[in-house]
């Protein structure tokens, strides 16, 4: 239930992670008034342009981890996404852990999304470093290679499990961990879409009253803004 979310523990979690992990980002700076809305799980044929309607409409730009083939399905919703302004970034190519992939096979699929996205969306691959890996699931080894292969490993302080509860209890836990440097995950795949923007149009104005403004991940990890 909504009353068990403990905010301040799973803080506290993530603050430890950022710590250990200080090549991951987990969150941003905290003294900066910003905040990361991201996207997992897209392009979806009929979520995702409803999603993208309603970041225009609430005036933010947010960054979508994209899956490849699905990418391939849709390229003409991820043409959509980037226009829009948003970031493109790397989930995967298939939804598999990458801690159990061959690592050559990972970086053949890795290259093969990062290129579809790119071709797609007439961009230069290397535009497209910010990675999150599926379910979370990384190793040392995993951070090695991406790292060697020139990924940004970005994870987050904030997932609430909006596909199995209430969009109230979704709403509520992303604003218990609304703060400067947050990094808010969302899925607009799987059919969460409307959902999602439900919970994205009952929580974006709440977080603005707080005097936060939504960024990508590109721009928190900018070391200009450091």
Same mark, same amino acid.
């Given at each position: ?35 990361? =809305?991201?996207?997992?799980? @897209?392009?979806?044929?009929?979520? *995702?342009?409803? &999603? %993208? ?6 005036? $933010? ?69 910010? =990675?999150?890996?599926?379910? @979370?699931?990384?190793?040392?080894? *995993?951070?090695? &290679? %991406? ?6 490993? $970005? ?72």
């Amino acid at each position: 239930m909504a009353g068990d979310y403990d905010g301040k523990m799973l803080q506290r979690f993530y603050d430890l992670a950022q710590r250990r992990y200080p090549e991951i980002l987990f969150h941003g700076d905290p003294s900066r008034p910003e905040i990361a =809305l991201t996207f997992d799980d @897209g392009p979806h044929r009929q979520d *995702t342009p409803r &999603l %993208l309607d309603m970041l225009t409409k609430q005036n $933010v730009r947010a960054t979508f981890f994209l899956v490849g083939h699905s990418v391939e399905q849709y390229p003409d919703v991820v043409q959509q996404i980037h226009q829009c302004g948003h970031q493109l970034a790397l989930h995967c190519y298939q939804h598999t852990p990458f801690p159990l992939a061959n690592p050559s096979a990972l970086q053949s699929q890795l290259e093969r999304t990062r290129n579809v996205i790119a071709e797609t969306c007439d961009i230069a691959p290397e535009q497209i470093r910010d =990675l999150r890996p599926p379910y @979370g699931a990384f190793t040392r080894k *995993t951070i090695s &290679l %991406l790292r060697t292969w020139g990924y940004r490993l $970005v994870m987050w302080n904030c997932i609430p499990p909006h596909w199995m509860q209430p969009i109230r209890w979704s709403s509520h836990q992303v604003m218990d961990a609304a703060a400067p440097g947050s990094v808010i995950v969302l899925h607009d795949g799987h059919g969460h879409g409307r959902r999602v923007t439900e919970i994205v149009e009952a929580v974006v104005p709440r977080i603005k009253s707080l005097g936060l403004e939504f960024i990508t991940v590109e721009e928190m990890q900018d070391p200009r803004k450091q």
